[in-house]
Every structure is written in structure tokens, then in C-alpha cells.
């Protein structure tokens, strides 16, 4: 039976994202972000975001840009360089919120989206800064004999999940070649509009060929439109297809060392199409 | 595989021998050490005298033998299939036992990397609060402070991300049961929390340096108890393995250098 047809183009994607939407971003850290689909929305004039990302490069380039209002995260980091330069220079400047979770909270907030119910009861916030930056964090107490009191993670509900795969096919299914998945299946069942771009789009035969059942990680109940970046990962690692580029990431670090080095910085990566960006980073 | 160094134990083979040591009886646990130092420690643990403790490749792998940092695609043998997702099973079971390092520390052990400052607009941005709130409460936790100073070792931490001991003591107790710091390893020393009230105490200087430095370095008044002995030596096999197997790069004397 043919799959049905979800192929969309970037330009798709970014018209489907608008001011003041909550964007959930796959990936971890400097590793298998949606950076063409990142790219985009950089271009175009939306605002006002809330982020909800295991964070790396496009926290930073996303606030660098004016789009974010609020970045929900645990960590935004490059991996190879700990921290986020655009990142920190937004947050020192008091220019975006944010919301402070523990790692382990944020998949409980992904979960219990994706599972549809309010919350999920946690032990993990208890005793730490968490309760205090989170006012409105409330805890919950087990109606069994136990009576213990847990935090009730609320559910982080996405209007929009944008996740970068291996391979995918016209249907919207998508395969995870790395060795970690990361979140991103979560990202997409906590979303109402769920977006996936992949390096390749192949025939669905092709997929057992490249990879074990398990890595079939997206089903198409998951997303609604697939968009082919070949590389549209760079500059995170997106391994087997391809390491981090290490040198770009440095020279996105030098980026936010001054005004002059974002505008050349923009001039030449960003104020540009995909294809251009690519060929310049070639 | 290297040039095998030579000569007497450097200040960064001594700080790898106290960080093996916090994992000492642990037995079957997942030692997870965070950063070079703490990893090239946990290795010499498992690689020596505690050899059922269960470890990962630094990514989604759990391996068997002992690799070497920073090599690029050593040969592994693969023991189990550990991605992010499977850690938080890993870390709510309590069946771990993690070292992170620390922007900011305090007396009682309550630990933060989130940031400094207001929240709203903090002076110095850090990581965020990875997983130190459920690490803590959780898990046995050790620190690895490379640059053991006054600005480190603080009367007060901006933010809480791990959990310190009087915090925990205010904790129930089916929660506190699982909290568990063990030691903070330094470039300069080797702290734990054996004192009635928790505190940190002074366990033991590296040699070359006296107790008056690490107290100078220190903005908490620390415990320090009358005979405050040197931190141990590597022996001539943990040496070996450090020096040959697990650092060949050499990536720890980056770390910490040698006095």
C-alpha cells in the first residue's frame, strides 16, 4: 500500500509556527538539532516563542535572534564547549525568561503531555532550588496509605515539535541511525503540529535495509509533514551521517563576542537561503 | 597505543586515585562520572579494586572494559544499551553512583551550575539545572572541583541544584534514605561529610599542598580535624593502568597541572 504523501517544504514548517507559540526542538544538546528548520524560522518575522528544548546551539541563536520570550529548559550547552555563548549573553541581558528544570522533570513534562493527563508525580525537585524559581510548581500527596508528598510535574503541552532524523519516508515515519534517540518521539506526541525534517527521504522498503526494527523510532502517527535537509543538522553531530563540525561551532562561539562579529556572523550563515548556507559551509 | 610517561605521580594521578577511591564498595552500582578527571578515576576503579561496577562509553553504551579518554572509536565491549531515556530509570532506581563538578559549593554540600544572581537577569549564566535535583536525592553523589578557590568554595550557593545535607535532613525520610554525598575530590584535597552536624571535613591534602592553602581557598569554615593526612599515592598498577590504558593522551595533566 503506498504511504500517504506528508512531504512539505521548510517554508511549510515555518508558516505553520506563529507569535507567542510554545516550540518544542528534539535533539540534545549540540546533537541532531533541526538546524535548517532553525535556520528558517531565524528568517522569519515570528516572535515571542517559548522553547522547550534539551538545549544547544539553536536556544542560542533563537534568543541571539529576538524570537524567544520564555526558554524552558535543564541545560543549554555546545558539548564540546560547555556553555552557550548567545544563550548567556540573552539571560545576562534579562532578556528572556526562563523556566529551571531538572533534566528527569522536563521527560515527565514531555510524558505526561504526550500522555495527555495534567501531571506526573515525582520525587525529583524536592529539596532543590527547583521549587523556589517555579512558584506556580505545586506538589501532590499519594492517596495510598504511604501519604507521601511529590511534586506534580505539569504536562509541557507543545503547539509545535520540530525533530531532526536519519532517514525518513514520504509518510512521516522517521529512523534513528545514532545509537541515542534522544527525546524526540516524546517531542512529537507532546505536540499538536509535529514537524520532522530528515538527511534523506527513502522509499519505506528501504528502512529495514539501513537499520534494525528499533530504529524505526517515528511511526506516522507521530508527525505531520516530512521535509528532506540533506545535512540539515550542521553545525550538531549527526552521527553516522556526520560528526559535529567542530570548527563552525567555534566560529558560532566568536560570533557573540562582539555587534560587528554577529552581523558578519549573520551576514554570511544566516540572512542567506538553505542552499546557500550549505554551500558556504561546505 | 602512546609514549608511556614516566616519573614520580603528578598532581593529576593523585586527584585520579581519590576519585576512584569514592567509588570504593560500591559494588554493582553505574559509576557515572562526569568530566575527564572523574571519568579517567571511575575507569581505575573499575579496572582495579572495584570491578562489578557498571559503566558507560560517556554516550549510550554500557561497556565491560576499560576504555581509554578521548580516543576516537576504541574498541568496546558492549554490555547493554543505556540512552538518555533508560538513565532516568537507572537514576529513580537508585542504583548509581555520580560525580558532577560545581560552579559553586557550600559547607554542607548543596551544589549549583544553573547560574549567579537574580534569576530574572543572572550576573554569570551557567549550564541550568541538569540533573542535579534528582542525581541528589536519588543517588550517591560525589563533587569534582578542579580549581578548588574562594569563588568555588562559597559561604552560600546563588541557586540550590544538588542537594546539600541540611537540606536533605529536612526531607522525609523515604526520601532522605536515598540521599548520599560521599566526598568532594579537589585539585588541592580530598573532603567528605564525617562530622555530626554533616559538614564538610577535610579528609586529606594532596601532596605539596598544606592545610592552611586548602583553608585559604575556602570561603566556609571547613572541619578540620588534628591530624589531617596526605591524600594517597597511585601505586605502581594504578599508575600503569592510568598511564598506559586509560590516559594515554594524557588529558588529565591538561586538567590539572602539575605543580
Known sequence: MPVPDKRVTIDDVVASIRDGMTVGIGGWGSRRKPMALVRALLRSPVRDLTIVSYGGPEVGLLCKAGKVRRVVYSFVSLDSIALEPHFRNARQAGAVQTTELDEGMFLLGLQAAAWRVPFLPTRVGLGSDVMRLNPTLATVKSPYADGEVLVAMPALDLDVALVHMHRGDQGGTGQCLGVDPYFDDLMCMAARRRFMSVEKIVDTDEFLRLGPPQSIRINRLMTDGVVETPHGAHFTECVPDYKRDEAFQREYVASAKSDDAWDAFRAKYLDVAEDEYQAAVL | ?259
Not at chain 2, 2 to 15: M, Q
Not at chain 2, 55 to 84: F, Q, S
Not at chain 2, 96 to 117: E, K, P, T, V, W
Request: proline share 8%; charged share 20%; with cysteine.
Open chain 2, 1 to 259: 597505543m602512546s609514549t608511556v610517561r614516566g616519573g614520580p605521580p603528578t598532581r593529576a594521578e593523585v586527584c585520579a586515585v581519590a576519585l576512584a577511591e569514592c567509588f570504593r564498595g560500591d559494588g554493582e552500582l553505574l559509576a557515572n562520572p562526569i568530566g575527564t578527571l572523574p571519568t579517567i578515576g571511575g575507569r581505575l576503579a573499575k579496572a582495579t579494586f572495584e570491578p562489578a561496577l557498571v559503566m558507560t562509553d560517556g554516550e549510550a553504551l554500557l561497556v565491560e572494559n576499560i576504555l581509554p579518554v578521548g580516543v576516537d572509536a576504541p574498541e568496546k565491549v558492549v554490555a547493554g544499551y543505556n540512552p538518555y531515556r533508560t538513565m532516568f530509570d537507572v537514576v529513580w532506581s537508585g542504583r548509581r553512583h555520580i560525580i558532577m563538578g560545581g560552579s559553586q559549593l557550600d559547607a554542607y554540600g548543596n551544589q549549583n551550575f544553573a547560574f549567579i544572581g537574580p534569576p530574572e537577569k543572572p550576573t554569570t549564566q551557567l549550564l541550568g539545572m541538569r540533573g542535579a535535583p534528582g542525581n541528589t536525592i536519588h543517588n550517591k553523589t560525589s563533587y569534582w572541583i578542579s580549581n578548588h578557590s574562594t569563588r568555588v568554595m562559597v559561604p552560600e550557593v546563588s541557586v540550590v541544584c544538588g542537594v546539600g545535607n541540611d537540606r536533605a535532613a529536612n526531607l522525609p525520610p523515604e526520601i532522605a534514605r536515598s540521599h548520599h554525598l560521599v566526598r568532594v575530590v579537589t585539585n588541592l584535597c580530598v573532603c567528605d561529610f564525617d562530622t555530626p552536624e554533616r559538614r564538610m571535613r577535610l579528609r586529606s591534602v594532596h601532596p605539596g599542598v598544606s592545610v592552611a592553602d586548602v583553608v585559604a581557598a575556602t570561603g566556609f569554615e571547613l572541619a578540620i580535624p588534628a591530624d589531617v593526612p596526605e591524600s594517597r599515592l597511585p601505586t605502581d598498577d594504578e599508575l600503569r593502568w592510568i598511564r598506559e590504558v586509560i590516559d594515554p593522551l594524557g588529558l588529565g595533566e591538561e586538567e590539572v597541572r602539575n605543580p
